[in-house]
């Protein structure tokens, strides 16, 4: 616990961590804002498709005119202040840089700044878990024979509740859950770009002042992110989905270890050492009182009646049986602590959360008939939503991943309801990122039990 003595020790020494950002939207945004006050860190480049938008996540996140008025790359790295374009590839291929953070949110993006961190030596923190999906436990491997370290991104709750798994495995608790907190009902999964605000709590104040991405918080409501993001845990902590992936129960802080434990148990859960998102509404659309909504938690087993007494006795939020008890975050803070995953990777050597194995997937899901012709748009569209399933499921019926479902067009009609397969779409087999996952899905294809 003493990244920020280390860190000190890097400014005193005039070594910073050199850092370029990939994306300066709202997560890359929260970064900056802190990214600015952390000694020994220095964001020597940010590359935006639109660098106004850079200009202007710098200004409304506190920083001075000047820092971030370099007119190259070298300049900024021998001044220490900051260069903003629009070309991450020549940014990556330039040297610079300790740690690439790719906060695209793009998956062929992500996998294609991850395929050239690697080959220019530089760490990579996939803030995009949308390519850590798609092909993390690949790329992961990539980085770690190149001697590099891949990492999923602290602040975001995939790592944290990596951190949850972590905690409860080196206490000696067999982790039955872990998950996180979402509002959810079952018609929200048609939820679209048009509909989404009416489906979600955010006031037309908070959407007007953060210049919301309708399309990007859709995937939030209609259950895609949920299932990417507890797919990137699976193949982080060993977890295995569900076998019809989430079932977004209706919980509360409190109820957390009564409700995700096995139905054997008298909980919810179709087995032990899952994941499971908890919703913050009843299925009647009322609130669940002391919800769980932006948090995250993991749920443990005790080993003995010793350990079950020790649950009552310190209120260690139990369930009714003392046998299975829950620990809690109610919330996260999202990019303004990315900079515990920049410090860790670049001063232990250590990720914050890194696939070590394909065991869970994100499926695209149909919303709606799909005629012959739909092109598809991709994450919180219009078309589909992403279902999680168990990583051989996926691969039993072919099914198209949710991060390459995205301006490819059906050559078969899809119902609604229905997951679409590889063999549904017309898919450019030379696209780096289909190459990348069909690798990963020939390398890391889970093996008959």
Partial sequence: ?????????????????????????????????????????????????????????????????????????????????????????????SGYFDVVIDATGDPRAGIRHCALAINNGAHIIMVNVEADVVAGPLLAERAGAAGLIYSLAYGDQPALICEHVDWARTCGFEVVCAGKG????????????????????????????????????????????????????????????????????????FELAEICKPKSAGGTLTRSGTTEIVSSLHRDRTPVQNHLQIGTYVVVRAASDYVRHCFKDY?????????????????????????????????????????????????????KDLPIGTKLDGEGGFCVWGKQLPAEK?????????????????????????????????????????????EMEAQFAPKPQ
């Fill in 315 to 367: 209120s260690f939020l139990p369930d009714s049986s003392c046998e299975f008890s829950a620990m809690y975050r109610p919330t996260h803070m999202i990019g303004l602590e990315l900079g515990i995953s920049v410090a860790s990777i670049a001063l232990r050597g250590e990720a914050t959360g890194v696939p070590s194995g394909f065991r869970s997937d994100v499926v695209a899901t149909a919303k």
């Fill in 1 to 93: 616990m003493n990244l920020s003595t280390m860190l000190q020790a890097r400014a005193r020494a005039h070594r910073p961590i050199r850092a370029g950002l990939i994306g300066a939207g709202k997560f890359g945004s929260m970064y900056l804002a802190q990214a600015r006050l952390t000694k020994g860190i220095h964001i020597v480049g940010i590359a935006d498709l639109r660098p106004q938008r850079a200009r202007l996540a710098c200004r409304q996140t506190g920083w001075p005119d000047e820092a971030y008025g370099a007119p190259s790359l070298a300049q900024a790295f021998g001044a220490g202040t900051t260069f903003i374009g629009d070309d991450a590839a020549a940014m990556i291929r």
């Fill in 394 to 438: 996926s691969l039993a019926i072919g099914g198209l991943p949710l991060g390459l479902a995205n301006d490819v067009t059906l050559i078969h009609p899809v119902k609604a309801g229905a997951q679409v397969t590889w063999q549904d779409v017309a898919i450019d087999e030379t696209d780096i990122a289909v190459r990348t996952r069909r």
């Fill in 182 to 253: 979402t509002r959810y009902l079952p018609d929200f999964h048609q939820s679209n770009p048009d509909t989404v605000w009416q489906n979600s709590d955010y006031s037309a104040e908070a959407v007007a002042r953060g210049d919301l991405n309708p399309k990007m918080f859709n995937s939030f409501i209609d259950g895609t992110k949920s299932a990417i993001e507890m797919s990137a845990v699976c193949n982080a902590t060993g977890l295995i989905p569900q076998e019809n992936g989430l079932a977004f129960p209706p919980a509360s802080r």
